[in-house]
Nanobody, 123 residues
C-alpha cells in the first residue's frame, strides 16, 4: 500500500555531506513514522533516524546525533536525511522505512521498506 524509493547516495570524503531522499507513494496518509536504517557487510541493520509524519518530531541514534538531520515535506510525500561531517564508519546501504505504529528504533515494527541507496565515505 506504500512504496518507498531512496535516492541521493554516493561517494564522499570524510567530513563531507550528502542528502538522502525518500519518496513515498500510495496510501501515505496511513504513515505514522518514517525512518532511516543502515547496514554494512557483516553487520545488522541499525536504526539511524526517524520522524513523525504529521508532527515532524525527530529521533536519532547516538551515533549520528548532531551530525545528521531528518526532515519531511508532507506535500511532496518525501523524507530527507541531511548527513554532515561524514565518517568512514557511516559507510553503509541506507534504507528508508515507514511504519503505521510501533517503536521508532525497531526495524521489526516498520511495515514498508525501500530498496536502499549506497553511501560510501572514504578517508
Amino acid at each position: 500500500q506504500v512504496q518507498l524509493v531512496e535516492s541521493g547516495g554516493g561517494l564522499v570524503q570524510a567530513g563531507g555531506s550528502l542528502r538522502l531522499s525518500c519518496a513515498a507513494s500510495g496510501r501515505t496518509f496511513s504513515i505514522y513514522v518514517m525512518g532511516w536504517f543502515r547496514q554494512s557487510p557483516g553487520k545488522e541493520r541499525d536504526f539511524v533516524a526517524a520522524i513523525s509524519w504529521r508532527g515532524g518530531i525527530p529521533y536519532y541514534s547516538d551515533s549520528v546525533k548532531d551530525r545528521f538531520t531528518i526532515s519531511r515535506d508532507n506535500a511532496k510525500n518525501t523524507v530527507y536525511l541531511q548527513m554532515n561531517s561524514l565518517k568512514p564508519e557511516d559507510t553503509a546501504v541506507y534504507y528508508c522505512a515507514a511504519t503505521r505504529t510501533g517503536s521508532w528504533g525497531a526495524a521489526t515494527n516498520y511495515d514498508y521498506w525501500g530498496q536502499g541507496t549506497q553511501v560510501t565515505v572514504s578517508s
